[in-house]
């Protein structure tokens, strides 16, 4: 298997698409049958190398094809560690009693140039690793008193895991962390979250205290500050339905608010992340009326959710759906903090061509060999293996993400 860095320098290979990437990786393109590939030869019994392409395919594709937060991301390659982030259109669209620019007089002047209004952002990618150990004698006295091999078991333990972390990472909630903290926010090793990217100067007025940085994006290696707690230059879209930190009832009101300021603002809403609890608050408010929550099938790619499935074809993933729109539930969305916690979970209102999940290196498995340099190395007789993944969420337009926070 390739070193990152090899992947990233090296100019013959030139990857610029998420499955040439795969294809250096895994040796070929990944697919949903993947997450059901058998599992492969011991790593340790074909040393010298000790990653195993089989295992880090399979969860990479529970990134991608199941039901989670990752599913609905679009994904790329680490191309570079910059982009353009736009914060405000060229012009004003709301057409009031000012000139509107654009039109040309007979034989006049050309109108003043406009332009968008971009901001150079920059990241790194985070590397993300979680790993499982057993003693040699243990996995011995597995094998024949409980006749259940430990190492199989953990590997498939610990996928699963290493995929629902990352899933948890990208939806954390920020407020335990803004309204317990200390001290200013200095970054995090995880990938970003979901809810501090999509949020906005009043959240940080509100639950940041004294402390700064609590809701801006990619602090610990941005190249521009991403500041929400002097302005709102960077805000999305932050509906409650009460007030900041106090939850308010749920109401089809607030839900359009919202998905009225995205539309407004450029975007469109093509998938909602939320809870299950939320999707059950909304269809008690819509089947009274006789305004049915919809379901179909969505099929989720590495490229993100690409919209329902058509009728009569069995593939992806029941959801339930509003406007037309489908609504993907995780189980973390929750936040069941004493003080900070949600008494139902929030709802992300997503433009998913403004988001991505940028890729150093999709998920690969590595497994210590069973020989006498590799306990050496270790100084324990210890068999140890570990999903490692390398990746970033980022985002190119806030104003277009919405978020419907402080429901009850």
């Known amino acids: 298997m390739p070193p990152i860095q090899e992947r990233i320098t090296d100019p013959e290979e030139n990857i610029r698409l998420l499955k040439e990437m795969e294809a250096r990786f895994y040796g070929s393109e990944v697919k949903k049958t993947d997450a059901d590939t058998g599992p492969a030869t011991p790593a340790y019994s074909t040393a ?7 295992f880090g395919r399979r969860i990479w594709s529970y990134l991608n094809y199941e039901k989670n937060a990752l599913a609905i991301i679009p994904k790329a390659p680490w191309r570079n560690s910059g982009w353009r982030m736009l914060t405000g259109a060229a012009a004003d669209w709301t057409h009031d009693n000012t000139a509107m620019p654009g039109g040309v007089a007979r034989a006049g002047a050309l109108p003043d140039t406009i332009k968008v209004t971009p901001v150079i952002q920059s990241t790194q990618p985070k590397e993300i690793m979680h790993t499982w150990g057993v003693q040699e004698i243990d996995q011995f006295l597995s094998s024949v008193d409980d006749s259940v091999e430990i190492v199989p078991e953990m590997r498939a333990e610990l996928g699963r895991e290493h995929a629902m972390l990352m899933n948890t990472m990208v939806i954390q909630s920020i407020e335990p962390l803004a309204g317990g903290a200390a001290a200013n926010n200095t970054g995090t090793n995880n990938i970003e979250s979901l809810d501090r990217i999509i949020s906005a100067d009043a959240e940080e007025d509100g639950l940041g205290g004294t402390h700064i940085n609590w809701y801006d994006p990619w602090v610990q290696y941005a190249l521009t500050a991403v500041d929400r707690d002097s302005g709102t230059t960077y805000d999305a879209k932050v509906v409650s339905c009460g007030s900041i930190n106090t939850d308010g009832d749920l109401t089809l009101s607030k839900v359009n608010q919202l998905w009225r300021q995205i539309i407004e603002a450029g975007g469109n809403v093509d998938v909602i992340l939320t809870g299950l609890d939320f999707v059950d608050a909304l269809s008690e408010i819509l089947e009274p009326e006789r305004r049915f929550i919809g ?17 009569g074809v069995e593939a992806g993933f029941s959801v339930a759906t509003y406007k037309g729109t489908p609504i993907v539930t995780t189980a973390q969305m929750r936040n069941t903090d004493a003080t900070y916690g949600d008494t139902i979970s929030k709802a992300m209102l997503l433009d998913t061509r403004f988001l991505e999940l940028r890729t150093a290196a999709p998920t690969r498995y590595m497994e210590t060999s069973r020989t006498y340099d590799a306990y050496a190395a270790q100084n324990k007789l210890r068999i140890e293996g570990g999903y490692y993944t390398v990746a970033e969420l980022i985002c190119y337009r806030f104003n ?7 429901i009850k």
């Open 295 to 311: 379901e179909a099938r969505m099929l989720p790619r590495y490229g993100g959710v690409t919209g329902l499935q058509a009728p």
């Open 48 to 54: 010298p190398d000790w990653v195993q392409p089989v």
């Open 400 to 406: 277009v993400q919405g978020k419907l926070r402080d």
